[in-house]
């Protein structure tokens, strides 16, 4: 079972996230917090696979709460960010903060439960509406510096292939198809990269991918 802690202040939304996310049976909400500082406390208690959380609420955001949990919790849940704005700022911040997966409030259920369930298997996803675009933007506000993370030469010629397949979009199924490889070779090879460069799942890797070079930013 996937466990879920819902953190928003309105609490008629997370009293319908709940009955939403409860109906999908392999999923179960654990917990509930109204603002940021309650929610990395509820997350520190709760231990939840995933926290959707908020962008905006009183007496605490949850972008800071965000960059708490990741920061402090060992292993720490995955982050999924919701929010009713499409503008890009909050996307870099999620990311900024360690999101895992970034979700406009009105996306239909079976996409939000698809997050949910893509976050707690270690991979993760933004919104239909957010392209890559947004990861490549980021990437090239934050690299004012050459970061001082693992750089691309701690990776084998075989696994630096697959994360640059993985930064271009490709699916686990579609790279072993087009290296002609199994997938569970393909995962192989990227969760001992991931392990490497200490990222969390596929966006803090493709992340990664830009920032160190591995990948060159367009012009």
């Given at each position: 079972m996937i466990t879920v802690l819902l953190a928003d202040d309105q609490a008629m939304l997370r009293a319908g996230f709940r009955s939403?996310?409860?109906l999908a049976g392999d999923i179960t909400v654990v917990g509930e917090a109204a603002d940021g500082p309650e929610a990395v406390r509820m997350a520190r208690l709760l231990r939840p696979d995933v926290v959707c959380m908020d962008v905006r609420m009183p007496g605490g955001d949850g972008l800071t709460a965000t960059r708490d949990i990741v920061e402090t919790l060992d292993p720490a849940p995955a982050v999924l960010v919701l929010t009713t704005y499409e503008l890009d700022e909050y996307v870099f911040g999620a990311l900024e903060a360690g999101a895992s997966g970034f979700l406009l409030k009105d996306a239909d259920v079976d996409t939000l439960l698809d997050a949910i369930r893509r976050l707690a298997a270690g991979e993760g996803m933004v919104d239909h509406?957010?392209?890559r675009r947004v990861i490549v933007e980021f990437a090239r506000r934050r690299r004012t510096a050459p970061p001082a993370g693992p750089g691309p030469d701690l990776l084998t010629a075989r696994e630096a292939?697959?994360?640059r397949l993985l930064a271009h979009g490709l699916s686990n199924a579609e790279i072993a198809t087009e290296l002609v490889v199994e997938v569970s070779t393909v995962k192989s090879h990227l969760s001992r990269a991931m392990t490497k460069i200490g990222a969390r799942d596929r966006v803090q890797t493709v992340i990664w991918a830009?920032?160190?070079?591995?990948?060159?930013?367009p012009s």
């Open positions: 939403l996310i409860e509406t957010v392209t292939e697959i994360v830009y920032r160190s070079g591995l990948l060159l930013l």
